[in-house]
């Protein structure tokens, strides 16, 4: 029903990469990644946009995530109708946020999401309590720990039913931490692996944003982390570069 949360369930590694508008999701949702981000929080999308966006990514095996701007239900409401898969929220930073978080993720009995008729991009169903059960099961629901307060509060965060994944927010934890972008340092590895031992005590995955620039993403696979966003552009420049050098010989 939602490969995405299948493959997180599984303690399988998930591997996205940010779209933007002026990108053809088609070219990124074929390219084999497990999520295709929608960030409306620091990028150019516009969370009352992504209906058209998301749409073209029906059938595809990659998954429509969508981080909010805030943790505020309306927002959350919007990226779901779109028909999001996932949703990041930024700075989580209580239990209490993390719970009113899926709840907004969630139909009644269990959240409190307003119903529009809209479907989104989740498939036919018998009934439309069909539908809204299966939303509410399968929706990835992902907090972003990124402050000195939701260090204080892994555990209260992670426990709460619902949450799949607890995100860093690399540079904005860096900067809370008194040590701005120095992602190398002992406070901040040691930052790192508070949350990748609470995720791990709770059953969920631990993730990071984006990989600090000159770092190996395998570094932080080995230290137990699961979910990540890779920038796809070098990754398709170096693909055509070799295909024109295999041309060229
Ligand atoms: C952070 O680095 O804090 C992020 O949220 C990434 O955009
Ligand atoms: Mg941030």
Known sequence: MNAIKD???????????????????????????????????????????????????RGKQ????????????????????????????????TRAEAEAAVRACRYYPVGNRSNAGVRGEWGE??????????????LLIVPMIETNQALENLDAIASVPGVDVLLI?????????????????????RALDKIAAAAAKHGIAAGMYFIPPGMDPNFFVQKGFKF??????????????????????
């Open 7 to 57: 493959a997180i369930k599984s303690g399988r590694t998930v591997v996205g990469t940010a779209g933007s508008p002026s990108v053809d999701v088609s070219l990124l949702a074929d390219a084999g990644f497990d999520f295709l981000l929608f960030d409306t929080q620091h990028s150019a999308w516009e969370i009352k946009q992504l209906q058209p966006p998301i749409q073209a990514m």
């Open 62 to 93: 990659t998954a429509p995530v969508v981080r909010v701007a805030a943790n505020e239900a309306y927002q959350i409401c919007f990226a779901l109708d779109a028909g999001a898969r996932g949703v990041i929220i930024p700075m989580v930073n």
């Open 125 to 138: 169903f018998k009934t439309y309590r069909d539908y809204m059960d299966a939303v509410n099961n399968e």
């Open 169 to 189: 927010g690399p540079s904005d934890l860096s900067i809370e931490l008194g040590v701005p972008l120095d992602y190398a340092c002992d406070t901040y590895q």
């Open 228 to 249: 990540f966003t890779m920038p796809w552009s070098p990754w398709a420049q170096a693909g055509i570069r070799n295909a024109l050098a295999e041309i060229k010989r």
